[in-house]
């Protein structure tokens, strides 16, 4: 399949979900700059033309230092001053907060209460005392980035939020992709603040508070792994 200028495509038909209720649109406000090209969208069949990324390998293909060499440099680019229709993190906070109590007892308290209440107050707390505004892809993990011809990688499939720059290394520290161990998260969110000039505290309570929050799936099944991270970084 080939896009209206000739370029290799792919459809997407989405499935929608409140968190890719945006996808369209982001894709299009960073025009190729990071991320896979829109060349097409028809709102009302949710179907997305979407430039093709050739080869297409997953950036978790490749040694998690070189991993995260790219995120070092992906993530700046990305990280665009923003405005509306994007969600903003602040409305998403006070979603997660809403949704986890009853999703914990649907879920058959699968951890402490008092974990759920830690995350709770760190979301509100954060999401009331942030810095400046940017577009976010809250999903970009290792298997969300592919090698392509255009740009040696490009970010696909992205659930955009509007929000501080500290909140967009959470994805990328808890990717199991690269490792899933204390060490290696802890290893990546070191690395990840360090470089990108981030602060510490708010990033690991936005990683904290996020993975929380996504710990439970659309089933209710609880994601082990998840819980490992949000010990971790705690």
Known sequence: ?????????????????????HE????????????VRLLDHDPVSHALLIERCEPGQPLSTVDAAQALDVFVALLPRLWRPAGPPFTTLAAEAARWCANLPDEWMQAGRPFPRKLLDAAAETLRDLAASQGDAVLLHQDLHADNVLRATRE??????????????????????????????????????DRLTAELGLDRERARGWV???TLAWAIDGDGAVIPGYLDVVRWMQ
């Open 208 to 210: 904290f508070g996020q």
């Open 24 to 35: 369209a649109a982001a894709l299009a406000y960073w025009a190729g700059d990071g991320a």
């Open 1 to 21: 399949m080939v896009g209206p200028d000739g370029t290799p495509a792919v459809l997407k038909i989405q499935n929608p979900d409140h968190e890719s209720e």
């Open 152 to 189: 040696p990688w490009l970010a696909i499939d992205p659930k955009p939020l509007l929000g501080e720059r500290e909140f967009g290394i959470a994805p990328v520290v808890r990717s199991a992709e690269m490792g899933h161990s204390r060490t290696a998260v802890r290893y990546r969110f």
